[in-house]
């Protein structure tokens, strides 16, 4: 993606955003001022919670839905079919809201004409700026695009542009080995380097991709100087494979003045983005540990000492981030043996007890590892963090198996949301969980964090057949 269609999609979504969030609030007050039977101006102090409650489900649908990503505005048919995800979701929620908070609009227009205008204007505001989008793109953002160099690359790269053709025009293929202009099977130009100069000339060529450096062809160094006269730029696509299995679009990053290619994109690797994640989860962390463990500890201690002997707490040396091992805190659920280092929990356990049974099921035996996440040596959302006795086992049968270890283990993870939670019973599980694992570090944002949490809490209620 270009820099022009970086700022474009990022401008495009914040238009979006604001709309809807005019859209949302202008069609519960419509609909709350007529129809809740409130007196002007706008809302009484009832409205104004209902008001903040319509919002921050509003915000959770977005966030499950995924609506504002710029996946979403990849296309149409994305976009309106996320449009509709998420006034199903924000509607569901809020009503769910309103039950559990034991609040209630009487009446029953309210959410007709409330979710009507919503169902109208989001139509609206969608046609409208999909027809401006269009227009812009058009009129603003599209290239006409040549290539130098008739390689592997250049034909992947011209399939890229003739993919994208409401952006880009791809023009024709410039080579050292043609000396005159002839057309390919897909009817694509074809002539030498030296003819791209007065074609780039002649069709107002914007752009010029070229495989070739400059120190690989005389040629492409009288193009760049052509280019800097005549204000088209020039762009280099190196014409390398990364013969790394599913690596499609390897991150480049510069070190000092050399261009370095990574096997994966890593956003915790930018400090700022570290920062964000340390500072998400202290906080998550305090909140956890203040307002339910500061209450909850001490009646489920009682409960652990009253059923069996023992610890209140289990303790289990994990592998950590880089495979450092820390000590991952639980309440303990099973009576006192001697094979938790060796042996994983399984269906009919008759190592875990009456209470442990339940504190398994509802996932309240991993509370007190927030603890571990205030500490610093686990985060909220990562990796579950594995026994080093199967860190051993599975590095050694599964090859991309220490990339999980990149990261600082979670609480919950991408892998569990998804059903791959508990007991590994054979190798294809642990390989999926891997790969849910990766998956999260090549795409871990915020807004994913929260997701994952949201889903989380869902699959907690919902009852999970794994937890056990």
């Not at 048919?77 to 995800?85: D, F, G, M």
């Not at 009487?106 to 505001?125: A, D, N």
């Not at 030296?194 to 010029?208: G, L």
């Not at 062809?217 to 100087?225: F, G, M, N, P, T």
Request: net charge positive; hydrophobic share 45%; proline share 3%.
């Amino acid at each position: 993606m270009s820099m022009g269609q970086k700022s474009y999609s990022y401008f495009h979504r914040l238009v979006f955003l604001v709309s809807d969030f005019v859209i949302f609030n202008f069609s519960f007050l419509i609909a709350y001022n007529f129809f809740a039977l409130s007196k002007w101006p706008l809302l009484s102090s009832e409205g104004f919670k209902l008001l903040v409650l319509f919002n921050l489900t509003w915000l959770i649908s977005a966030a499950l839905t995924r609506l504002y990503s710029s996946k979403t505005f990849s296309g149409i048919e994305e976009l309106y079919r996320k449009s509709v995800k998420i006034l199903i979701a924000q509607c569901v929620v809020f009503a769910v809201a309103l039950f559990v908070l034991g609040t209630a609009i009487h009446e029953k227009k309210f959410f007709i004409v409330c979710y009507g205008m919503l169902i109208t204007l989001f139509g609206i505001s969608r046609f409208f700026f999909t027809y401006i989008s269009e227009f812009i793109v058009k009129s603003k953002l599209h290239k006409k695009i040549a290539i130098v160099g008739y390689n592997e690359t250049g034909v992947e790269l011209a399939k890229y542009f003739q993919g994208n053709n409401n952006i880009y025009s791809f023009e024709g293929f410039f080579d050292n080995g043609s000396e005159y202009y002839s057309v390919n099977e897909n009817g694509n130009i074809v002539g030498s380097i030296e003819q791209c100069i007065d074609f780039a000339i002649e069709n107002n060529i914007q752009e010029i991709y070229s495989t070739i450096l400059p120190e690989q062809h005389d040629e492409v160094i009288k193009l760049v100087e052509f280019a800097d006269r005549n204000c088209v730029r020039v762009k280099f696509v190196p014409n390398i494979k990364v013969s790394t299995p599913g690596l499609n679009h390897p991150p480049i990053q510069y070190l000092g003045d050399f261009p370095v290619i990574s096997l994966r994109f890593e956003p915790l690797q930018e400090l700022k983005s570290r920062i964000k994640k340390r500072l998400f989860d202290i906080a998550f962390s305090s909140f956890m540990i203040l307002f339910i463990l500061s209450w909850l500890l001490p009646i489920i201690a009682l409960l652990i000492k009253l059923e069996s002997k023992g610890p209140v707490f289990f303790k289990q040396l994990r592998s950590g981030r880089d495979n450092k091992p820390f000590w991952c805190y639980k309440f303990r659920s099973m009576k006192i043996n001697g094979h938790s280092d060796i042996l994983q929990a399984s269906k009919s356990d008759n190592r875990i007890t009456r209470l442990g049974a339940f504190l398994r099921k509802t996932s309240l035996d991993e509370f007190p590892q927030f603890f571990n996440v205030f500490i610093g040596n686990m985060s909220v959302v990562g990796p579950r963090p594995h026994m080093l006795k199967h860190t051993e086992k599975y590095s050694a049968l599964i090859n991309k198996y220490m990339v999980r270890q990149f990261l600082k283990p979670g609480v919950t993870g991408w892998a569990q949301v998804n059903g791959y939670r508990g007991e590994t019973i054979n190798i294809e599980s642990m390989e999926k969980r891997v790969e849910y694992d990766i998956w999260y570090m090549e795409r871990w944002s915020t807004m994913l964090d929260i997701r994952i949490i949201i889903m989380t809490i869902i699959n907690i209620f919902r009852g999970d057949e794994q937890a056990y």
